[in-house]
């Protein structure tokens, strides 16, 4: 069975050096990328190749890792997207049938970013791009980030908001208080990463961005970064809120949702019951998730789904939404 990865990270050297130059250009994450994780994300050829072997992943759409170029300054991030666009393009022309990409964006520069998404999408045959939630203190509803909302509902192309770290503000009042690095993982991902990505997807249905971009399709990792196991009383938001549709239609018309290597029968479950087996894709979050013996494959081949429905989740689903763009 063909299976297709869609959250399957790289980092380059060029943007991690970016990151040490800035006061918060990861916030603090940046050991997470070191080490063996570090020498994967950095490799894009043989190495990363003979794991997709190993682990059963025919094709990886690669992304940036988070933060990406969010807490960089504006010029700094046009420049490097552009570069690393560049980059993804070329490695997907050196290995035509095992990549695909998501496009970087310069989100400190929202007009540029929207400029780049339609290079990258157009000239360069990404399958749109990857944001991560925030751009230093402005939420990806802000309207400073309409045109590139508006670009992606143009294109027809999604838009995969993947978790970054809370404010330093939140994260010291809820993250706080258990030593250095309990409270960086506790902020990150034992739990913080996951709200902040959720609540990002709900502030665009409150900001009304699908009523005004309704082909805009949105994903999220981690089964949907717990909002869609709150569904139940997201709804009641319908009885203040100004929508157009009920708060459950935006999860079965806009959003789909990926496991980034959680295999939870019971999450798969969750997902099947409110966005349906047409909107769930599949991905590992390599490197970070990666583990030998096949455990993704292994988890697609037993789950409790019809051939079908397996079919659609291997790798279907993402080709059908892919299909999609204007271009």
Same mark, same amino acid.
């Given at each position: 069975?063909?299976?297709?990865?869609?959250?399957?990270?790289?980092?380059?050297?060029?943007?991690?050096?970016?990151?040490?130059?800035?006061?918060?250009?990861?916030?603090?994450?940046?050991?997470?990328?070191?080490?063996?994780?570090?020498?994967?994300?950095?490799?894009?050829?043989?190495?990363?190749?003979?794991?997709?072997?190993?682990?059963?992943?025919?094709?990886?759409?690669?992304?940036?890792?988070?933060?990406?170029?969010?807490?960089?300054?504006?010029?700094?991030?046009?420049?490097?997207?552009?570069?690393?666009?560049?980059?993804?393009?070329?490695?997907?022309?050196?290995?035509? +049938? %095992?990549?695909?990409?998501?496009?970087?964006?310069?989100?400190?520069?929202?007009?540029? @970013? #929207?400029? !780049? $998404?339609?290079?990258?999408?157009?000239?360069?045959?990404?399958?749109?791009?990857?944001?991560?939630?925030? +751009? %230093?203190?402005?939420?990806?509803?802000?309207?400073?980030?309409?045109?590139?909302?508006? @670009? #992606?509902? !143009? $294109?027809?192309?999604?838009?995969?908001?993947?978790?970054?770290?809370?404010?330093?503000?939140?994260?010291?009042?809820?993250?706080?208080?258990?030593?250095?690095?309990?409270?960086?993982?506790?902020?990150?991902?034992?739990?913080?990463?996951?709200?902040?990505?959720?609540?990002?997807?709900?502030?665009?249905?409150?900001?009304?961005?699908?009523?005004?971009?309704?082909?805009?399709?949105?994903?999220?990792?981690?089964?949907?970064?717990?909002?869609?196991?709150?569904?139940?009383?997201?709804?009641?938001?319908?009885?203040?809120?100004?929508?157009?549709?009920?708060?459950?239609?935006?999860?079965?018309?806009?959003?789909?949702?990926?496991?980034?290597?959680?295999?939870?029968?019971?999450?798969?479950?969750?997902?099947?019951?409110?966005?349906?087996?047409?909107?769930?894709?599949?991905?590992?979050?390599?490197?970070?998730?990666?583990?030998?013996?096949?455990?993704?494959?292994?988890?697609?081949?037993?789950?409790?789904?019809?051939?079908?429905?397996?079919?659609?989740?291997?790798?279907?689903?993402?080709?059908?939404?892919?299909?999609?763009?204007?271009?």
């Amino acid at each position: 069975m063909k299976i297709i990865g869609i959250e399957e990270h790289f980092l380059t050297g060029e943007i991690s050096s970016a990151w040490e130059a800035s006061a918060i250009g990861h916030e603090g994450t940046g050991s997470f990328d070191r080490g063996e994780i570090g020498q994967r994300l950095e490799d894009l050829g043989g190495s990363r190749l003979a794991l997709m072997d190993e682990s059963g992943v025919d094709v990886q759409v690669l992304s940036v890792t988070t933060p990406a170029l969010h807490n960089l300054e504006p010029e700094e991030s046009v420049c490097l997207a552009k570069q690393t666009n560049d980059l993804i393009a070329a490695t997907i022309a050196k290995h035509p +049938t %095992r990549f695909e990409g998501f496009a970087v964006l310069p989100m400190p520069s929202p007009e540029e @970013a #929207a400029l !780049e $998404l339609k290079r990258a999408v157009t000239r360069l045959g990404l399958s749109g791009a990857m944001v991560y939630g925030r +751009t %230093r203190d402005r939420n990806l509803d802000h309207h400073d980030f309409l045109p590139v909302l508006r @670009a #992606a509902n !143009e $294109l027809r192309v999604p838009i995969f908001i993947h978790p970054q770290i809370p404010m330093a503000s939140v994260r010291a009042a809820l993250y706080s208080g258990f030593g250095a690095d309990v409270d960086m993982a506790f902020a990150t991902f034992g739990l913080g990463w996951h709200y902040e990505a959720g609540i990002q997807f709900i502030r665009l249905i409150l900001a009304g961005i699908f009523d005004r971009f309704p082909h805009l399709q949105i994903i999220l990792g981690h089964w949907g970064e717990i909002v869609l196991f709150y569904l139940e009383r997201l709804k009641s938001l319908a009885r203040v809120a100004k929508l157009e549709h009920p708060v459950e239609e935006y999860f079965r018309r806009n959003l789909y949702v990926t496991p980034s290597g959680m295999w939870s029968q019971a999450y798969l479950q969750r997902a099947l019951e409110i966005v349906g087996p047409e909107r769930i894709l599949f991905s590992t979050d390599y490197p970070y998730q990666y583990r030998p013996g096949q455990p993704g494959r292994s988890f697609l081949m037993h789950a409790d789904l019809a051939q079908e429905e397996r079919n659609a989740f291997a790798h279907g689903n993402w080709e059908k939404l892919k299909s999609s763009s204007s271009f």
